[in-house]
Antibody
């Protein structure tokens, strides 16, 4: 069965960086794009970016340009999301999600990784 | 960016009720719309894609309709497990955007 398993919760200070992992299993890793979506406490969903595990450059939302970096490790079937220059407003749950057919909606989601930014 | 507006923001209903949630796009998105269900502390779950296609394994009392700028998610007979927050998402145009959510609570 398809599974996306994310790394655990992180606490970071303002200005620091965080790197969250998303390990895929149960399907051919290179067949499906992986997206990242975040959710601030009590708030809605915000799309951050997408990476093609097969290759090519990721695409980022304008709001995160220059601060988010998506990378892949095909040997580990894992995608990483690094967010730099953290501020308190980045406190959120970060989800990875699979794109079923390159259509930019999301059929399987990771369990979420809470990132808390606090001094 | 395409703005997605859902209404109502909160809906109080009873088991067995018919529930309709509306999602409006700020410009035409064809039928490139998905609906998700999210429960507290959990990841969203895909219910509907391409406006009216039921995702595999989703109960048949969920349905979606609409095209262009106006879409609805209908729960024909609300079940206890359906109390949750529902989000629409457009995937016609970058950046992919979500509605603000509709919370379905117990009346």
């Amino acid at each position: 069965q398809v599974q996306l398993v994310q790394s655990g919760a992180e606490v970071k200070k303002p200005g620091a960086s965080v790197k969250v992992s998303c390990e895929a299993s149960g399907y051919t890793f290179t067949n499906n794009y992986i997206h990242w979506v975040r959710q601030a406490p009590g708030q809605g969903l915000e799309w951050m970016g997408v990476i093609n595990p097969s290759g090519g450059s990721p695409t980022y939302a304008q709001n995160f340009q220059g601060r988010v970096i998506l990378t892949r490790d095909r040997s580990a079937s894992t995608v990483y999301m690094e967010l730099t220059s953290l501020r308190s407003e980045d406190t959120a749950v970060y989800f990875c999600a699979r794109d079923p057919a390159g259509e930019y909606y999301f059929d399987y989601w990771g369990q979420g990784s809470l990132v808390t930014v606090s001094s | 960016d395409i703005q997605m507006t859902q209404f109502p923001s909160t809906l109080s209903a009873s088991v067995g009720d018919r529930v309709i949630i509306t999602c409006r796009a700020s410009q035409s998105i064809g039928n490139w719309l998905a609906w998700y269900q999210q429960k507290p502390g959990k990841a969203p779950k895909l219910l509907i894609y391409k406006a009216s296609n039921l995702e595999s394994g989703v109960p048949s009392w969920f349905s979606g309709s609409g095209s262009g700028t106006e879409f609805t998610l209908t729960i024909s007979s609300l079940q206890p497990d359906d109390f949750a927050t529902y989000y629409c998402q457009q995937y016609k145009t970058y950046p992919w955007t979500f509605g603000q959510g509709t919370r379905v609570e117990i009346k």
